[in-house]
Structure formats: C-alpha cells, structure tokens
C-alpha cells in the first residue's frame, strides 16, 4: 500500500525518473536495499522508483511513524519493520529484516540511520553508515543493493515551515527527482569492513543519481 501510494503521489509533485546498473533490469530477491537519507520525503521517492521496477519492500522505520494513527495501520498491514533507536528494542529490527528477507521479500534500510543536519536543498554524498546494513547481511546472507536518490532535498529540505512551503510548491515547480540502483554487492562478514564497503556502493549510485538530475 505505501509503494502505491508513494507511486502515486510522488509524479504529482516532481518529473522522477529511474536508471540501474542491473542486468535486464532485475534485482535479485531477496535483497537488502540500502539507500541515502537526506529529505524526510526520500523514502516515498525511493519506493516510487523501485514500484516502477516492481519491488516492493519491506522497509525499515523509526518506531515513531508507528505512532501516527493512519500511517501506523499502512505499515503493519505492509509487514515494515520499526527500529526503536537506542533502546534494548533496537536489534529487534535486523531480526524483523532477516525473517523478511528469509521469506523472499526485498528489504529497504537507510544506511546513515538518520536525517543530516543541514538545511540547504544542495546535494551532498551520504554520511558515515552506522552498523546496521552489514550486520543484516552478515546475518541473512543476503546481498547488498546500493540505491541512490537525488532531488528529494527540493521537495522539503529547512525549517518545518520550508518544508510545508516546499510541498505545496513542489507540484507547480516539478523538481527533478532521480533514483539510480546499482549492481549488487556482497559484503565482508567483517562489519566494518561491510559497512565500509556498503558506503562506497552507495555513494556510487547518489553520485549517478545526482548527475543524472541535474541534466534530465
């Protein structure tokens, strides 16, 4: 449901395209998705993009989305996974991911864990990646899809109140919106190692994905 709904909307407020490092455009399943955060609108141009190329994943949230009356029926009906952050509740989520992954579906996991403080709408490369991606693929198995997004920033970036103006604007500006998937990775079972080697896939594609934004 939140795949469709992001597919729906996210046309309306900005020109979204889609490219992939992926062979006749296939993405192995399962497969842990591992994307950059910088808008609090990225995830639904994330899942809009990969709706097109028809995955739907299951996705991993902070807990408090799971707060939100509407939001939190869309997400348990869709089996995402909450991360409740620094409680004992944390590791909870990789096992959530790992069951996921285990019965075939994709999984979505944003590998900074967190929004970066700035308030500009410029691009900029993902910051450190915390643990989390490469100790669910050293747990599952799985391997590592690196996904890259750029323009999000324009739909909201700033204060609360630019990020309102933002939306609201953003279906009368059209900014452009790229997502760029790129070739599977299998990661060391070293975690630092992995979450290394995850970071630098990433930034590959956001760095596709920004060029290509900026000349679409």
Not at 28 to 36: K, T
Not at 128 to 143: D, I, K, N, V
């Amino acid at each position: 449901m939140l795949s469709r709904i992001a597919a729906a909307v996210v046309p309306v407020l900005g020109h979204l395209t889609v490219s992939s490092d992926l062979a006749e455009e296939t993405v192995p399943a399962p497969g842990i998705l591992v994307a950059n955060h910088t808008s609090l609108a990225d995830p639904g141009v994330v899942l809009a993009a990969l709706r097109r190329m028809g995955i739907d994943p299951v996705v991993l949230a902070t807990a408090g989305l799971w707060r939100i009356p509407l939001l939190a029926q869309l997400l348990k009906s869709g089996g995402h996974v909450p991360v409740h952050r620094r409680t004992v509740r944390a590791a909870d989520a990789l096992e959530g991911a790992a069951a996921a992954l285990a019965a075939g579906r994709h999984v979505l996991i944003y590998g900074e864990g967190r929004l970066p403080s700035r308030r500009d709408a410029a691009e900029a490369a993902p910051e450190t990646f915390r643990s989390g991606p490469a100790r669910l693929a050293a747990l599952s198995g799985a391997c590592v899809i690196p996904v890259g997004q750029a323009g999000s920033r324009r739909l909201t970036s700033g204060s609360p109140v630019k990020q309102v103006a933002g939306v609201l604007t953003a279906p009368v500006r059209r900014p452009r919106l790229h997502v760029h998937v790129g070739a599977p990775v299998h990661l060391s079972a070293e975690v630092h190692a992995g979450s290394e080697a995850a970071h630098r896939a990433v930034t590959a594609a956001w760095r596709t994905a920004a060029q290509l934004a900026a000349t679409r």
